[in-house]
């Protein structure tokens, strides 16, 4: 399955039709070159340039692409 994050007007993961997917979490956003707060403090780790760490019931997906 293909994801997507979007990021305005909240955080909302998309499937592959840009539809909500339910009982989704974005756990991390990441910005190449820069770091940003997070709930679990200031984090820098980059999975692709501009990407997301998603859970989706139990199944991690790193690199998701913002939208």
């Known amino acids: 399955m293909d994801y997507r994050v ?3 007007p ?12 339910p009982d989704a979490h974005v756990i ?4 190449p070159g820069a770091s940003i707060q997070t ?3 200031r984090v820098e780790r980059i999975t692709g340039q501009c990407s997301a760490r998603i859970i ?5 997906s790193e690199g998701v692409p913002l939208c």
Not at 28 to 31: N, T
Not at 56 to 60: A, M, Q, S
Request: net charge positive.
């Open 10 to 21: 909240r955080l909302h993961v998309l499937d592959a039709t840009g539809q909500p997917v």
């Open 56 to 60: 989706v019931g139990d199944i991690l």
């Open 28 to 31: 991390e956003i990441a910005f």
């Open 6 to 8: 979007k990021l305005r």
């Open 39 to 41: 709930p679990r403090g």
